[in-house]
């Protein structure tokens, strides 16, 4: 059974800062991309990072570009996201997901999901 557990949402003032985290469980993702979506109300699911486990490979939206920061640990498989200088835009659920695609940005590549962690940034 494969398992991500995202952690690390809240409410923050819009310039403010926070930290994601991912937990995966339940096989090695020495293999995997791992990713950041967030779902806003309304909206579909969009990318917002991605990191390759064994080179560290990144890429991110241009919307996050400069602001967010997707790191990973291998021996504590987690993923981390830390955000800085948030809008009010920033606001939606964000989760963690896992592929075995390679590096993508498309939602449809990914196999594993974690259940969402909520992030609000008020103006």
């Known amino acids: 059974q494969v398992q991500l557990v995202e952690s690390g949402g809240g409410l923050v003032q819009a310039g403010g800062s926070l930290r994601l985290s991912c937990a995966a469980s339940g096989r090695t993702f020495s293999s995997h991309v791992m990713g950041w979506f967030r779902q806003a109300p309304g909206n579909d699911r969009e990318f917002v990072a991605a990191i390759s486990w064994g080179r560290g490979n990144v890429y991110y939206a241009d919307s996050v570009k400069g602001r967010f920061t997707i790191s990973r640990d291998n021996v504590k498989n987690t993923v981390s996201l830390q955000m800085i200088s948030l809008k009010p835009d920033d606001t939606a659920v964000y989760y963690c997901?896992?592929?075995?695609?390679?590096?993508?940005?498309?939602?449809?590549?990914?196999?594993?999901w974690g259940q969402g962690t909520q992030v609000t940034v008020s103006s």
């Open positions: 997901a896992a592929t075995r695609f390679g590096m993508t940005y498309d939602v449809r590549d990914y196999d594993y």
